[in-house]
């Protein structure tokens, strides 16, 4: 069973960084799989931040939130992380980490991805 486990999120000042982590199991990261962050604001739809594919190590960035943040993954810990730099009150939210076993899923939709974590929270202050 794949299992996704969100962590790193909280209360930081508008310009600080956060760095979210997403630990994976149930799966090899030698395997073909895309995992992607989401997040979800109060009020508002759920939308894609950014997503890595596995089989060519290609990053996906949300229009806000390219130069700002960056997707990585530690293939020998099975994590993803989401480094967040220049956050602004607007990137407040639960941010969520998802996997697809379709590599192409980066560019796809949000039902691409199957399997989801539990979600960790982001507020930023003005």
């Known amino acids: 069973e794949v299992q996704l486990q969100a962590s790193g999120g909280g209360l930081v000042q508008a310009g600080g960084s956060l760095r979210l982590s997403c630990a994976a199991s149930?799966?090899?990261?030698?395997?073909?799989?895309?995992i992607a962050w989401f997040r979800q604001a109060p009020g508002k739809e759920r939308e894609g931040v950014s997503c890595?594919?596995?089989?060519?190590?290609?990053?996906y960035y949300k229009n806000s939130a390219r130069g700002r943040f960056t997707i990585s993954s530690d293939n020998a810990k099975s994590t993803v992380y989401l480094q967040m730099k220049s956050l602004q009150p607007e990137d407040t939210a639960i941010y969520y980490c998802?996997?697809?076993?379709?590599?192409?899923?980066?560019?796809?939709?949000?039902?691409?991805?199957?399997?989801w974590g539990q979600g960790t929270q982001v507020t930023v202050s003005s």
């Open positions: 149930g799966f090899s990261f030698s395997d073909d799989y895309a």
């Open positions: 998802a996997t697809s076993r379709n590599i192409y899923a980066c560019s796809g939709s949000q039902t691409d991805f199957l399997s």
């Open positions: 890595i594919s596995s089989s060519d190590g290609r990053v």
